[in-house]
Every structure is written in C-alpha cells, then in structure tokens.
Nanobody, 115 residues
C-alpha cells in the first residue's frame, strides 16, 4: 500500500512561483508519479508525470512547470513558475499508472493564484 502526502500549496500572485512536494510511503520506485489538478467546476486533468523512461507535461504548463523526482527520498516535486490565475486548483499527487488511470492518490493541496 502506498500513501501520498502533498505539501507546498498556498496563495501567490500571478507571475509568482510555488513548489509542491509529495512524499510517498511504500515502494514506488518501479512506478511513475505525477500531478493532477482540479479547478472549481472543471474536470480533473493530468498536469505532469514522470517515470524512468518519460516525462510529460500538459500544454498549458509546458515551459512554466518542472517535475522532478528523488528516488532515494521517495518524493516527487512540481516547481511552478510564472503562475497564472488559471493555475488555481487543487493539486493531487499520483503514483503507479495503469493505462489511463492511477492507483494511488494524495489528498490534494490548494494552489490559489490571484491577479
């Protein structure tokens, strides 16, 4: 069983930066990890993912967000720069992709970007 705990969310002005962290308990080294987000009234969508073979970003965050992973510490990070008001959402850490779904989810952390 894997548990994921996110941290680093908060409020920031547009143009600012935040770094999200996700600590995993349990073995995830053979799994991909990533970040989803869900804004009010919108569907949850994949922001970025990373594994030993590939890293992905949604078009809306390319060039602004960077995902990184520390396999020794069992953590994944999301550095978010040049934040926009449209980035306001609850961000969820995920682990262990199976097809289009992910097995493990964190509880979410709120990111609010104000103009």
């Amino acid at each position: 069983q894997v548990q994921l705990v996110e941290s680093g969310g908060g409020s920031v002005q547009a143009g600012g930066s935040l770094k999200l962290s996700c600590a995993a308990s349990g073995y995830t080294n053979n799994c991909g990890m990533g970040w989803y987000r869900q804004a009010p009234g919108k569907e949850r969508g994949l922001v970025s993912s990373t594994s030993r073979v590939a890293t992905t970003y949604s078009d809306s965050v390319k060039g602004r967000f960077t995902i990184s992973r520390d396999y020794d510490a069992n953590k994944v990070y999301l550095q978010m720069n040049s934040l926009e008001t449209d980035d306001t959402a609850v961000y969820y850490c995920v682990a262990c992709q199976r097809g289009d779904s992910w097995t493990y989810w964190g509880q979410g952390t709120q990111v609010t970007v104000s103009s």
